[in-house]
Every structure is written in C-alpha cells, then in structure tokens.
C-alpha cells in the first residue's frame, strides 16, 4: 500500500527536499507542481535508482527549481 504526502516550498528549497526525499528510500513517485497545482515533472523511483539515473533527473529538478517558484512536492511512499 502506498501513502501520499506534500510539501509546499519555494524554488530555492526544491532541489534540496527532493535529495533528502530521495535518501529516505521509501519512495515511489515524486511529483513536482507549480502554484497553480499544475504538474510540471514526474518521477517514478524504482528500488537500485542511483548515480548515473539521479543525476539527470537532478540536474533538470534544478533547472525547473530556477523558475518555477512556489511550487508543491507529492511524493508516494511505499509501506
């Protein structure tokens, strides 16, 4: 069974939640909105994600942080 969360932050704080999210390692599916709730990124984290697969995945998560703004964070966790 998976549980949902989110988090309202700013552009500057996304890059940085979204590591702390990812080393927890429960997560499934991290889901980046901007303000208006409108889905901007999608990422499905599978168990073994690492190294050469996170790194563009961060790099566009901070590209996006440079614009976006206010933005949300769902993150489906597996239990």
Do not use: Q, Y
């Amino acid at each position: 069974m998976a549980t949902k969360e989110s988090f309202k932050l700013d552009g500057d704080s996304l890059l940085k939640k979204v590591k702390e999210l990812i080393n927890e390692g429960n997560i499934r599916k991290i889901t980046i909105k901007d303000k208006e709730g409108k889905e901007v990124m999608n990422f499905p984290l599978t168990i073994g994600v690492v190294g050469l697969v996170l790194a563009p995945m961060l790099a566009a998560i901070g590209a996006a942080a440079a614009v976006i703004g206010e933005c949300s964070i769902e993150v489906e966790r597996e239990e």
